[in-house]
């Protein structure tokens, strides 16, 4: 499966170079920045256009020279997107909705590289996370994420147990859906003096992780609105007030990590 997903990969990219009007055979020569130029590619998707060729160099399909890019031997076998689709499909059929949304989102790369579509639009058809979500669920099997969320819950526990009686105050930062909470949470669930705070910048989220708080009958939970790019002081959460901060996923999202994480 993983091989074919690399084919199709590098399928989908060829074809969006065609769909941009780049020749795309074998010895055929491009400048990197004429593949800028026909996506008409925005400053902030110049690093993912960079990537999508990057992956064809690293499959032996592209030779880059310095801002100079020559199709191989190899681009000959690359095969047809929607046939490559039907064919891991028919091998793989709980592979079929990803794949339809990998579809989806790909056929959108035109509008999103030159700006005219937000990528969220794509992610997030009408405004709804419920194909995203799904995904996610159906790939977490096959992630690191339980790894890690396990690994953290433990040692939360662990640092509970050992803090000899004191309560442990948790802060999380950009806890969104939850992934890493509900797992923590409920590994601490029968442990006294442990306050654990859900924070997003997004409002949404926190009302759902309330609802879902409610739900579960956890009552150590509190809950915020915290922008980890802002003085947390300002937004209600005084300094050295908290024992353990976690983040999970989010930091990466900050403009400048250092400032994040200071
Ligand atoms: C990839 S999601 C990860 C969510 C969650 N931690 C998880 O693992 O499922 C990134 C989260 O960070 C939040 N986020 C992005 N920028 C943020 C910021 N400046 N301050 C706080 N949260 C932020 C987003 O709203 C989103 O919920």
Redesign the pocket.
């Known amino acids: 499966l993983t091989r074919s997903l690399d084919d199709l990969a590098a399928a989908h990219v060829c074809a969006l170079l065609r769909r941009a009007g780049l020749t795309v055979a074998p010895g055929a020569v491009v400048e990197r920045e004429a593949v800028h130029a026909a996506f008409s590619t925005v400053a902030a998707y110049r690093p993912l256009v960079d990537a999508l060729l990057g992956l064809l160099a690293d499959d032996g399909i592209l030779a880059a020279d310095a801002g100079l890019l020559r199709f191989e031997p190899a681009v000959a076998a690359v095969g047809d997107p929607a046939e490559l689709t039907a064919e891991i499909v028919r091998a793989h059929p709980d592979q079929a909705e990803d794949l339809a949304y990998l579809d989806h989102c790909v056929s959108h790369y035109p509008q999103v590289l030159s700006g005219a579509l937000a990528g969220t639009e794509v992610l997030l058809p009408d405004g709804s996370d419920e194909r995203q979500r799904a995904l996610i669920d159906r790939r977490l099997a096959f992630s690191d994420i339980p790894l890690y969320r396990g690994l953290i819950a433990r040692t939360v526990a662990r640092l509970s147990a050992e803090a000899g009686g004191r309560p442990l105050r948790i802060l999380e930062?950009?806890?969104?859906?939850?992934?890493?909470t509900w797992n923590v949470v409920e590994e601490l669930r029968d442990l006294p003096d442990v306050e654990y705070t859900f924070t997003?910048?997004?409002r949404s989220?926190v009302l759902d992780g309330q609802r879902e708080a409610r739900e579960r009958g956890l009552t150590n939970m509190r809950f915020g609105v915290?922008?980890?790019?802002r003085d947390p002081a300002p937004q209600g959460f005084p300094a050295a007030s908290f024992d353990l901060v976690l983040a999970?996923?989010?930091l990466h999202?900050?403009p400048d990590l250092r400032q994040a994480v200071r």
């Not at 930062?173 to 890493?180: E, H, K, M, T």
């Open positions: 930062i950009g806890a969104g859906r939850g992934y890493l997003d910048l997004g989220f915290l922008d980890i790019t999970f996923n989010v999202a900050t």
